[in-house]
């Protein structure tokens, strides 16, 4: 489960509730905007996940359920937005090609890899849009 902090109160809330099939939510990452959520949902005795995709209230409340946008069985290392939140910027794969791959929220199964093969890309990071 994720959960959202309110640093002035300290009040806990969940924002993802995984069935009793998955062990645990994890590598959070929320959009520019704010307003969606992406993590790694994975099953109770494996170490490979499935991504999703959360929508969020102003007030980082989960609206509907999560969607599930791309993996199953996948070994992920980290996940960031791009810059403009169009696009997930995942960190996937085995020792000795781990690599960065775009993941479009618009066309999910159109995986686009982004670094080399035998790269071992992890942790991803997204500079923000600059304005001038």
Not at 43 to 56: C, K
Not at 88 to 117: K, N, Y
Request: glycine letters at 10%; hydrophobic letters at 35%; a neutral charge.
């Amino acid at each position: 489960m994720l959960t959202a902090v309110d640093v002035a109160t300290g009040a806990v809330r969940p924002i993802t509730k995984p069935s009793p099939d998955y062990g645990i939510d994890m590598l959070p990452s929320i959009s520019p905007d704010g307003r969606t959520l992406a993590f790694v949902r994975q099953r109770r005795g494996v170490r490979t996940g499935e991504l999703y995709v959360q929508a969020l209230s102003a007030g980082f409340e989960p609206e509907g359920e999560p969607r599930h946008l791309a993996g199953n069985g996948v070994f992920y290392h980290g996940i960031a937005w791009s810059a403009t939140g169009s696009d997930v910027i995942v960190s996937s794969g085995t020792s000795g090609d781990v690599a960065l791959w775009r993941i479009a929220l618009q066309h999910p199964d159109q995986l686009e890899r982004l670094s080399p093969f035998g790269d071992e890309c992890r942790q991803p990071t997204v500079a923000a849009l600059q304005r001038r």
